[in-house]
């Protein structure tokens, strides 16, 4: 019974985004093609002082993603750290300067971790003002890259790449703006909160006294979810009832996280000029996302452990409303996209669950991934197993008719490294050096024994991938916690980046190689089982030993 | 070396611009929304707060509530919410629960020795309490929800509540199941989310039945 209710909220998932697939494909590519400036952004282009008709070498526009992103960081870190000193501040004292960076770094990275507890930590100027900004543009700085990368196959022969001003104005304003405004509206109507009242206290029906904190919750709610970002208004994020008040404003939510990245997948077939390159890449978005899904809701329903055969399924960190099945949803699409938003408890979910949670970041999140993260991700990946292929049957190995040489394999190879190390590398520096252990020890886990492990795990897992979803019951305000995952996010979102930038920039500079008989396809069903093998492979052998100390032992034990 | 360092800063500048318009036009964006809801539709935007037949405030139907005692003991007039792990820091701890200025789940794993010791327990109070056999408790009754203030329990658990809650107000069973019925939503469009019924709105309606 609970597989026909998975399998027909699947289905109307995969209609409503077939339905929008390709008119907001199309719309991106057109909005990324055109000519013209509108009035606005040419106001906008005069301000900044940038020439928006100058086409930029890859280091000119990596000069720009790094020269808005710091500045970014900066101003976010400021914010919070006068933040009792501006209006809607609720009273609460100025942030931390550790957790301020680690809450800055977070959210110009598309990542969303959040180390404070909202309710109790920032008022509304800082999440209007701040927050929310990064919502849109750290999302409009995804999407950038990616169609850079992919002008990197399209075009031929050329030093430049686009121009990163424009294509973050336009993401901005012709993309993300309209849609949240729409939607925005739509989720107030559902019931999704937008005030700016502060805290209300109310006398209950039993005759007790409740406080119930307000917000402008609906305006960041909707970014927060297209946008790919995830941070919660509210510390339980969009399991609480003013972000995500009933089934239907769940659907909207899961909706918005996936329409960009899966629609992206078209505005890269019409760039390169054959929409089906785009399908073969959703093909092997859409099987890893199915498999991992299903495999959630068999463990919330069939796990053997104490909790769920006590209490005969899975409730515990659940809403009502939402169940298993609509849980496990939300969370395979808040894992594998990069937004971290969490309608459940990920940290109370049977072992074997929270593993493929794990698992979906640990793919490096492609499937469909963040917004043009998971593209530019895929793309690589898609690289890498089309050199693969071209090393077992001995031929110069091509993707969309550009040679993929011994530069692009080094930027391909240092871009799927980047992730693993990060991770790995913070997970046992946590566990061996001996301030950082004592910490995770005394302050930071919520749980014993292999599921606290977990808990660091899944924390470094989501910083390297930009997710930003936890295992809640980890303390991760801690000086360690808060350096070492601000960092790690940093580092798993500029270093791919800058490597991907320069990828574009050695594939422009080709001319495209004419199609032969000989050519290796990339648009057929053998390459999408060969994709998805790639990218099971790469994280499956690097992950195995990790996941094993963790959830592995923790559901065999149980 | 000079002309890198000089893109640079102009890189730095242009990007501290930016940062600035794109603050205004989302401060911009915030207060435009914030005036649509509170002009189009103030009910929902203000937080969907409920008011009983004296036109009190008295919460919000879609934030849960504790009917409890001050030692945290059910009380018998009102159906029962989930355990919930919103703690107040003002309140003391036999009094804790559906606190909306701190919403939090119990992040406890499945293999947590209190997280299991507390489940058994508590089903077992459950049961006696409502003079079911211990298999008859659903899994939400002893499950704390992941926001802390799920305003909704399952069907089954209501099920289960009616007898106590009509035999403690001298009302039929069939009247509170209609009540109940009431305040029951169903899976939309047969399949969408899961049916719920609303404890706040239920045992408000409770009260203003006498």
Known sequence: MVYLFAIMAFALIAIILAAIYKPLGDYMFNVFTADKDLFFEKWIYKVV?????????????????????????????????VQHWLPFSLGFPNVEGPLAFNTAASFVTNTNWQSYSPDVTLGYTVQFAGLAVQNFVSAAVGIAVAIALVRGFAWRKSETIGNFWVDLTRCTMRILMPISIVMGIILIALGVAQNLAGFVDVN?????????????????????ELGTNGGGFFNANSSHPYENPNMWTNLIEIVLMLAIPVALTRT?????????????????????????????????SFSDDPITALTGG???????????????????????????????????????????????????????????????????????????????????????????????MKMASLYFLVMPITVVLGVSLSFALPFARQSIFDTSLNNDGNHGFSEVVYAFTSAANNNGSAFAGLTADT?????????????????????????????????????????????????????????????????FPTLALGPLAEGLVA | ??????????????????????????????????????????????????????????????????????????????????????????????????????????????ADADLIKNVTELRKAIAKREGVSAKDVPADAVSASSSGLDPEISPAYAAIQVRRVAKERGLSEEQVETLVRKYTTGRGLGFIGEPTVNVVELNLALDELK
């Open chain 1, 314 to 408: 899975s409730m515990e960190g659940k809403e009502t409303r939402f169940g298993i099945v609509w849980s496990g949803l939300f969370g395979t699409t808040s894992t594998s996209t990069s937004t971290g938003a969490v309608n459940s408890m990920h940290d109370s979910y049977t072992a074997l669950g929270g593993m493929m949670y794990m698992l979906n970041m640990m793919l490096g999140e492609v499937s469909p991934g963040g917004v043009g993260a998971g593209l530019y991700g895929i793309l690589v990946m898609a690289v890498v197993a089309v050199f693969i292929a071209g090393l077992m049957v001995g031929r110069t190995p091509e993707y969309l008719g550009k040679k993929i040489g011994p530069r692009e």
């Open chain 1, 268 to 300: 890269f077939g019409r760039m390169v000029g054959d929409i089906r390159q785009g399908y073969a890449l959703l093909g092997a978005m859409v099987i890893l996302f199915g498999v991992s899904f299903l495999a959630v809701v068999t463990a919330e």
């Open chain 2, 1 to 110: 070396m000079k002309n890198t360092i000089s893109l640079n800063m102009r890189s730095y500048w242009a990007g501290f611009k930016a940062v600035i318009v794109f603050t205004v036009i989302v401060i911009v964006y915030t207060f435009a929304m914030t005036g649509i809801g509170q002009l189009g539709m103030p009910a929902k935007a203000n937080g969907s707060m409920l008011t009983n037949a004296q036109g009190e405030v008295v919460g919000s139907s879609l934030i849960g509530q504790s009917f409890t005692d001050e030692n945290g003991d059910a009380l018998p007039q009102y159906f029962q919410s989930r355990p919930s792990a919103a703690s107040d820091p003002n309140k003391d701890e036999d009094n804790q629960g559906y606190y909306a200025a701190a919403s939090s789940g119990t992040n406890k794993g499945h």
């Open chain 1, 204 to 224: 209950t029906v039993a005759g007790d006294t409740q406080r119930i904190m307000q917000g402008p919750v609906a305006s960041q709610e909707v970014i927060k």
């Open chain 1, 49 to 81: 002082g940038v020439d928006s008709r100058k086409g930029q070498t890859w280091k000119a526009y990596l000069r720009g993603v790094l020269g808005f992103s710091l500045m970014s960081v900066l101003v976010l870190y400021l914010l919070q750290r």
């Open chain 1, 479 to 543: 000086p360690w916690l808060d350096t070492a995952l601000g960092l790690a996010v940093l580092i798993g979102r500029f270093l791919p980046i800058a490597l991907v930038l320069a990828l574009a920039g050695s594939l422009a500079k080709q001319d495209k190689v004419p199609v032969t008989a000989g050519t290796m396809r990339t648009d057929n069903g053998l390459f999408v089982v060969l994709l998805v093998f790639v990218i099971f492979l790469i994280s499956a052998l690097t992950f």
